[in-house]
């Protein structure tokens, strides 16, 4: 392992690391302490980011670590040929999903993403069923495992479902569990469904109009600027969170190396650059209004931080469930699913 992460190191310097003869575009700086002398420096200009590894042997314990949880996972990877190309790629990618305080500290950004392998949090589908109001459907809650290429190893996926069986698809919520506190990565809806029948079709537009409501009563025209599905989404994420004890929420809203990979990808394209920084100010910036928005509606739920205030991460604190929630759409829901996820 120890030469394996050197290689690694020494590519990834370069800006490629070569995995079964492909380049791969993950480029970072690296400097490895040795009783505190510096015995590897690696400094390329072109990276903006630098891994400092303090104890060595440390660093290769937890990597290995690290590696036989997710061989254990068995998330999704390229097909390679042997297993020292899989076992590199899955090292590599586990840089790409760090932010910038991970690279100044990476034995416990290491440990962190061992807890999220091996939470077991929601391995058992919740189906919740819920009132009229809802035309007397189905609250669908499932944990997915990720992709290794991912920012973290598990999703969880929602849906409404009624009796005729038509599914109605929620944004999925990208995150990871590490003792009482959840990192959340990303939100994303799933792809649109296509062929639906006419029943299908009155479905969705029966709850595209319901979630529609959950603007009722909301006069700030900046809380309001939110995609309704993302906000019933996130109350739920968050409802699920309660039932778990999950005190604290951090939202992550930077990862260098995937955003540099995106960059060089786009190889000097004005066009292709400007679309990268907006695909990030997108995603950082309208998950930011859908937890502001849900912290409007429930009062159990509190923004601590701001991303950048003293870290780099949104920190957001829960508490119990102690009161109503101020929409009888996000009420039900979280109702239902702390009493309902508690009794498991």
Not at 95 to 118: G, Q
């Amino acid at each position: 392992m120890k030469e394996l992460l050197l290689t690694i190191l020494k590519e990834a310097s370069t800006g490629k690391i070569i995995i079964s003869g492909d380049e791969w575009n993950i480029g970072f700086n690296s400097m490895v302490l040795d009783n505190n002398k510096e015995i590897i420096n690696y400094d390329n200009p072109s990276n903006n980011s630098k891994l400092i590894i303090k104890d060595f042997n440390k660093f290769v314990e937890l990597i290995e670590e690290y590696v036989k949880e997710e061989l254990s996972l068995n998330r999704k990877v390229p097909n390679f040929s042997d297993q020292k190309s899989k076992i590199k790629w899955i090292v590599s990618y586990l840089f790409v999903n760090a932010t910038t305080e991970d690279f100044l500290n990476p034995e416990k950004f290491i440990k962190r993403r061992i807890s999220f392998l091996k939470d077991n949090s929601f391995n058992n589908p919740l189906e919740i069923k819920l009132s009229s109001t809802f035309n007397n459907s189905s609250l669908i809650i499932e944990r997915e495992k990720c992709p290794v290429s991912m920012e973290t190893p598990y999703k969880i996926t929602m849906k409404l479902k009624d009796g005729n069986n038509s599914e109605y698809n929620l944004p999925s919520i990208y995150y990871g569990i590490d003792n009482d506190t959840c990192y959340v990565y990303s939100i994303m809806n799933k792809k649109d469904q296509k062929n639906m029948n006419e029943q299908e079709k009155k479905f969705h537009n029966k709850i595209n109009r319901l979630l529609y409501k959950i603007n009722d009563g909301v006069t700030d025209e900046d809380l309001k600027d939110v995609t309704m599905s993302f906000v019933f989404a996130i109350n739920i994420f968050m409802s699920l969170m309660q039932t778990k004890g999950v005190e604290k929420v951090k939202i992550v809203p930077y990862l260098p190396i995937r955003y540099l990979s995106r960059d060089i990808a786009a190889n000097n394209d004005e066009l292709l650059d400007k679309r990268n920084d907006l695909i990030q100010e997108n995603l950082t910036d309208k998950l930011i209004r859908t937890i502001r928005r849900i912290t409007y509606h429930n009062k159990d739920i509190s923004i601590e931080l701001f991303p950048y205030e003293i870290d780099e991460y949104m920190l957001i604190n829960i508490d119990d469930r102690s009161e109503q929630i101020n929409n009888l759409l996000l009420e039900e829901t979280n109702r239902k699913i702390n009493n309902t996820g508690r009794k498991k």
